[in-house]
């Protein structure tokens, strides 16, 4: 640090002065999180079970990076932000939230919600939780079947990940596709997007939202930017209801009666994965109970 | 009220079509830039669906930048970028009567100002205006302010809509939802 017209300043130190430092960076294969708490868990302690959904969203890349310079949409809100980080895992409400865009735009994205899907909830502990659309996307069994579309229309990604993984692994990466995980407090990846969550004050919240972009795939970069665009931010055909519920959902918080929300969906079929982690049906609210017991805990620890 | 007034065909003081733009008179041609727009700002504020999507072109540009506002919407982020096919699903979606964000509807009235015609060959004109709308939704009052940009075009004697920017003021800030069509 320097000071502007220095002789004012003689026999001041200047060791402890200037801008306050986060103290605590760690990266994560190109993530890089940051702690305001001196102490605490490293980042692998934190992210434990969720590391793997990181790992295969880079693994969707050729060159197994990202490349985030397309521009956040920033989206203006008046809630907590916890109804985002409780919102963004839960598989109850498409169907009825989204119903109008599922409705006219032929999406499959609907069935992924509906009694059938074999899709799971998953909850990592620490507030981590996903969607596991793996199941559903396996079944299906078609190379981008995730992302709406087939490997022929996608001819010059594809090829550039047979040459990254050879032509098995690329097969299942692609059959596979992005996570849908929540990674607290405020990382979401969405399939096709990623989301900063920023709290301003208690009611009020901003959602940065990018398209996800992998280095070396411009054909898939481009479709990638078209859906997020239709998709998120302010205009979006997704977000714009999302964040209707989030407003009213706040609002309707303020009365205090009936005090306690119900979030027991799915608890007779919930069970536990073959690493622990808790998993049920992708509307089951595995999800939701598992934010808010590790939210418990920190809180009142 | 004269045939003019009660139809969006253009016509000359005489009462022929309009078959080239550049044959009109630069008031001429600002007074039926106007109405146009007027016309645009009021199926809006109605939200009148179907008339406001015919308005446009088969090949329309619809964009909100974000960011800026000399961005390239083919490689940056936008708040809204649709093509034609695009807009005719952001009307259908608004139709269902389940786009919460917009049941109910928000209360708009919108002023358009400052038109301006920047070029004219003779079937396209290029117009600038100012926007400014007033939103009141259950979440409260909003205002709104853009520079706008318009590509208009003479098509079976009438203009249409072939693309239109919306310059949000503060599109490099948060903003609130929008959902109503802007």
């Not at chain 2, 007027?38 to 179907?50: G, K, M, N, S, V």
């Amino acid at each position: 640090m320097g000071f502007a017209l220095p002789e004012g300043y003689e026999g001041t130190e200047r060791k402890g002065l200037g801008l306050g430092k986060v103290p605590r960076i760690a990266v994560y294969r190109g993530f890089i999180f940051g702690s305001m708490a001196h102490d605490g868990p490293t980042i692998e302690e934190h992210l434990g079970g969720a590391k793997a959904s990181l790992d295969q969203l880079l693994d969707n890349s050729p060159t197994g990076e990202l490349d985030l310079t397309v521009g956040f949409l920033q989206h203006r809100t008046k809630a907590n932000w916890k109804f985002m980080v409780e919102n963004e895992t839960d598989g109850y409400h498409p169907g009825f939230v989204h119903s109008s865009i599922f409705q006219v735009a032929q999406s499959g994205i609907a069935n992924l919600y509906g009694s059938e899907s074999t899709a799971l909830t998953r909850d990592f502990g620490n507030c981590h939780t996903e969607f596991d659309l793996r199941p559903e996307w396996r079944k299906l069994d078609t190379p981008l079947g995730w992302f709406g579309t087939t490997a022929d229309r996608l001819p010059a990604y594809v090829k550039a990940m047979n040459e990254a993984y050879g032509p098995d692994r690329a097969h299942q990466i692609m059959i596979d596709g992005t996570p849908h995980i929540m990674i607290f407090p405020n990382l979401f990846i969405a399939e096709i997007q990623l989301f900063v969550i920023q709290p301003i004050s208690v009611d009020e919240s901003i959602q940065h939202v990018t398209a996800l972009q992998f280095k070396g795939g411009e054909d898939i970069n481009r479709r990638l930017r078209q859906q997020t665009m239709g998709s998120v931010g302010p205009a979006g055909f997704l977000l714009a209801d999302d964040t209707e519920m989030y407003e009213r959902n706040h609002r309707g918080s303020k009365i205090r009666d009936p005090e306690w929300l119900v979030l027991t969906r799915g608890l007779h079929r919930e069970r536990l994965d073959e690493n622990g982690f808790r998993i049920a049906h992708s509307t089951d609210e595995t999800t939701q109970r598992g934010i808010w017991r590790h939210y418990l805990k920190l809180m009142t620890e | 009220m004269t045939a003019s007034h009660s139809t969006s065909l253009l016509r000359h003081d005489d009462g022929r079509a309009v078959e080239q733009l550049s044959a009109l008179s630069p008031l001429e041609l600002h007074h039926h830039v106007s109405q146009f727009l007027f016309r645009e700002a009021r199926l809006q504020d109605t939200h009148a669906y179907d008339e406001w999507e015919a308005l446009w072109t088969d090949d329309a540009i619809y964009w909100v930048p974000a960011n800026g506002h000399n961005t390239d919407p083919e490689t940056q982020m936008s708040i809204l970028y649709d093509n034609r096919s695009r807009i005719g699903i952001r009307i259908k979606q608004l139709k269902t009567g389940r786009r919460h964000t917009q049941t109910p509807r928000s209360e708009l009235a919108r002023l358009i100002s400052n038109i301006e015609i920047l070029s004219v060959n003779s079937q396209e004109v290029d117009v600038i205006a100012n926007a400014m709308i007033f939103e009141d939704n259950m979440r409260g009052e909003t205002l709104w302010a853009s520079r706008n940009e318009y590509r208009l075009r003479l098509h079976d004697g009438a203009f249409k809509l072939a693309r239109k920017k919306v310059g949000l003021v503060n599109n490099h800030k948060p903003i609130f939802t929008l959902s109503f069509l802007v």
